[in-house]
């Protein structure tokens, strides 16, 4: 083979070498964790089988990338340390993208909004949902979430109570123990069309403060991840364009939650 021969090969050598150096491929099992007391984004069937719209956008984004993802469950006030630790790469669960966060974590492309709304099982007592009106009335939400930071800062004057998951904040607001709730407007729709709750509904507007709120809901991953960071981004805008991330909204939302 003549040297003029073997210069296409060498090209296309060089190119499929920078290819690798400009997208990075993450080797191996990327553990993300979910928390599985989280519906509709992430919980368990009857069959004992994880499911949830952030449990099957996640699984639909690793299938783009081309990654090995397995799914792992614990509870969110874990998942920063379990993060650190290398003990799980990805973390999968409602995670609001906030100046705040970014100096620990590193962030997807925004995967849904993050909005947050008040709701309430005795709507009518709430015509006004201003700090100065829920003086006195018992305010929860999860706690170590965004929820939590913004109820904390303006409802002084309210009764806070944090709950380790929104299952259980929902369980007292429907038994009565609770006034309001503070979820993402998606979680709350679901509870609202629930058995537990019937009668339910949202009081006041919708919440976006973005010192609070963020741009919207992402992955989070350790900052040193920045190829797994790529690679999910790669998927995510793959399954936007297909038509995959509107087929996973549609099964749970009669809206778009993006």
Request: net charge neutral; with cysteine; glycine share 8%.
């Amino acid at each position: 083979m003549t040297p003029v021969q073997r210069r296409p090969l060498v090209f296309v050598a060089l190119l499929a070498i920078a290819a690798a150096v400009a997208f990075p491929v993450h080797a191996g099992e990327v553990k993300v964790a979910s928390e599985g007391t989280f519906k509709p984004f992430s919980y368990f069937t009857s069959g004992g089988q994880l499911t949830g719209f952030d449990v099957e956008l996640a699984q639909a984004i690793c299938k783009a990338a081309g990654l090995d993802c397995v799914m792992v469950t614990m509870d969110y006030d874990g998942m920063m340390v379990a993060l650190k630790e290398k003990k799980i790469d990805v973390i999968d669960s409602g995670m609001s993208i906030t100046a705040k966060r970014r100096k620990v974590v590193a962030f997807t492309d925004r995967t849904r909004a993050s909005g947050k709304r008040f709701v309430s099982c005795t709507p009518d007592k709430f015509a006004k949902i201003g700090p100065d009106d829920l003086k006195g009335d018992i305010v929860g939400t999860q706690a170590d979430t965004s929820s939590a930071d913004y109820i904390k800062a303006y409802y002084t004057g309210s009764d806070i109570r944090l709950y380790r998951s929104m299952d259980e904040a929902f369980a007292d607001l429907s038994a009565g123990r609770l006034d309001l709730a503070l979820a993402q407007d998606a979680v709350g729709y679901a509870f609202m069309n629930s058995p537990a709750g019937k009668g339910c509904a949202f009081v006041g507007d919708r919440l976006d403060d973005p010192k609070y709120f963020g741009e919207g809901v992402g992955l989070a991953l350790r900052q040193s991840d920045s190829d797994l960071v790529a690679a999910l981004n790669a998927g995510l805008s793959k399954i936007r364009a297909d038509g995959t991330y509107k087929a996973i909204n549609d099964k749970y939302f009669p809206f778009s939650v993006y």
